[in-house]
Nanobody, 115 residues
Framework: QVQLVESGGGLVQPGGSLRLSCAASRIISTIDPMGWYRQAPGKERALVATITYAGTTNYADSVKGRFTISRDNAKKSVYLQMNSLKPEDTDVYFC?????????WGQGTQVTVSS
């Protein structure tokens, strides 16, 4: 049963923008933190950005100033606006949530930055 469903990945040229969306199922509480991680083949999954229910954000240094995370608590959704994309941002992006007991992951969405 999929608890987090991502959308919005794709192919974009360097310098372009993409917006990722993630919708959570009812099993995930509205108050749980949500966020995004990314993973390249053969590498560990790495933090991109997280956001709490109250809107406190945390970003990886590599995306600060270029990516913006936001959430809509009423829709139990989290978004990642990615601007000024670079080839090194090419990865599979995973939606994340954690209730302090269990971690949930989406199925992943591919982002490719290439000319």
């Amino acid at each position: 049963q999929v608890q987090l469903v991502e959308s919005g990945g794709g192919l974009v040229q360097p310098g372009g923008s993409l917006r990722l969306s993630c919708a959570a199922s009812r099993i995930i509480s509205t108050i749980d933190p949500m966020g995004w991680y990314r993973q390249a083949p053969g590498k560990e999954r790495a933090l991109v950005a997280t956001i709490t229910y109250a809107g406190t954000t945390n970003y990886a240094d590599s995306v600060k100033g270029r990516f913006t995370i936001s959430r809509d608590n009423a829709k139990k959704s989290v978004y990642l606006q990615m601007n000024s994309l670079k080839p090194e941002d090419t990865d599979v992006y995973f939606c994340w949530s954690n209730n302090g007991i269990r971690t949930y992951w989406g199925q992943g969405t591919q982002v490719t930055v290439s000319s």
